[in-house]
């Protein structure tokens, strides 16, 4: 049996996925832009369709909610993947540009368990919790 290094760390998994930066999103939010304007503007960034989802939980619409957040998560997906990630690791709030997935999943997580999707809501918010738990705190879903 061989020792590991001394300097190697074996609990380390993936290192943190870090979104790049979409400054037209967000200098299109920034002037005034509304969500859905930005959203059918830059259809491949999540947080107009994370705003969206928001929006639409704050006005008592979980189905348009659901639709809007599905939406970003999966355009958040694809963007995760074309940045390394490889379906687990760290997805950390502190990084700005991440904030916009982590809202959409938020967001899926709330406008599911709304119309009754539990098992959707409960994974939902397992991956954010897995993604950063200091999402779920800045999201309310602690």
């Not at 997580?109 to 705190?137: H, K, M, N, Q, Y």
Request: proline letters at 8%; glycine letters at 10%.
């Amino acid at each position: 049996m061989t020792t590991p290094p001394a300097n190697q760390n074996l609990l380390s998994g993936p290192p943190p996925t870090l979104l790049p930066s979409d400054a037209a999103v967000v200098e299109a939010l920034s002037s005034g832009a509304g969500a859905e304007s930005v959203a059918a503007r830059f259809p491949a960034a999540c947080l107009g369709w994370a705003i969206l989802a928001e929006e639409a939980l704050g006005a008592g619409q979980p189905v348009a909610a659901y639709a809007y957040a599905r939406t970003g998560y999966h355009r958040g997906l694809d963007q995760l993947r074309r940045s390394g990630w490889k379906g687990h690791g760290p997805i950390p709030w502190s990084h700005e540009p991440n904030r916009g997935f982590l809202r959409a999943l938020a967001a899926l997580s709330r406008a599911a368990a709304e119309i009754g999707e539990d098992a959707e809501a409960t994974r939902c918010r397992e991956f954010l919790a897995d993604s950063d738990p200091v999402a779920l705190r800045e999201l309310d879903l602690a």
